[in-house]
């Protein structure tokens, strides 16, 4: 895990507020490539904002979400990853025109907070792991709470997105494997309403939308009244 640097070049590199041409041809790509490798299904896309800010906030199963997710989702998503993926400088360059920008993992990192609030500024939709990292199938994760933290100071919604079938990719080649993507209704901060409240009910909403073997410790959602 990296240390943010002192001489931190985020501050002098220029990172785009709007989707590239690149990540539209990357995107139309990848549908394409992707129809060889799995059978897309997707609910809900009427619960997505058509325009302004949002925080999507899908379950993380495996590296590949990002790219049912992003064929899956009419806006471009804007990622944070981890800094390390960022040290290769041709990487960077790349990543950054495929709507991607460096976060240090392990302590407050304010420029990635302060650009993902530019971001909602612009009216942009950003793509938030809440668990931080991958389950492997093995059930949602105890969250962190960024993503709702972020919303509540945004004032923006957050849209929890259910996946369920990218933890089969590669695993019954040569068939394709299904994917379901379930865009949830936009949960918005309530007045004075704190992080970890947030945080409990995006994740048990993504709980009632996953089978019960996703559920993991939110498995008891019906338990829960907001």
């Known amino acids: 895990m990296l240390e943010i640097p002192r001489d931190d070049?985020?501050?002098r590199t220029n990172y785009p507020m709007q989707e590239t041409w690149l990540h539209k041809g990357a995107v139309s790509f990848l549908s394409f490539l992707f129809r060889f490798m799995?059978?897309?299904?997707v609910e809900g896309l009427e619960n997505l904002p058509?325009?302004?800010p949002a925080v999507l906030t899908p379950n993380h199963l495996t590296n590949f979400d990002a790219f049912p997710l992003q064929i899956a989702i009419p806006r471009?998503?804007?990622y944070m990853g981890k800094a390390e993926l960022f040290k290769n400088p041709i990487l960077h360059a790349l990543f950054r025109q495929l709507a991607g920008y460096p976060v240090y993992r392990g302590a407050r990192d304010e420029w990635a907070i302060l650009h993902s609030k530019r971001l909602i500024i612009a009216g942009q939709v950003i793509c938030i792991f809440p668990e931080g990292t991958r389950s492997k199938g093995r059930g949602l994760k105890v969250a962190k709470t960024g993503a709702a933290r972020l919303a509540i100071e945004a004032n923006c919604p957050v849209v929890p997105v259910a996946v369920d079938g990218?933890?089969?990719f590669f695993k019954r080649f040569?068939?394709?494997t299904r994917v379901r993507v379930r865009v949830c209704k936009p949960i918005w901060p309530a007045k004075d309403e704190l992080p970890l409240a947030m945080t409990e009910r995006i994740m048990f909403t993504l709980a009632e939308h996953l089978p019960n073997n996703?559920?993991?410790v939110y498995r008891d959602f019906t338990a829960k009244k907001f």
């Open 214 to 216: 996703l559920r993991g």
């Open 76 to 78: 471009c998503l804007f």
């Open 174 to 176: 040569p068939r394709r």
């Open 9 to 11: 070049i985020r501050d």
């Open 38 to 41: 799995m059978i897309l299904e």
């Open 50 to 52: 058509r325009q302004g």
């Open 166 to 168: 990218s933890q089969q």
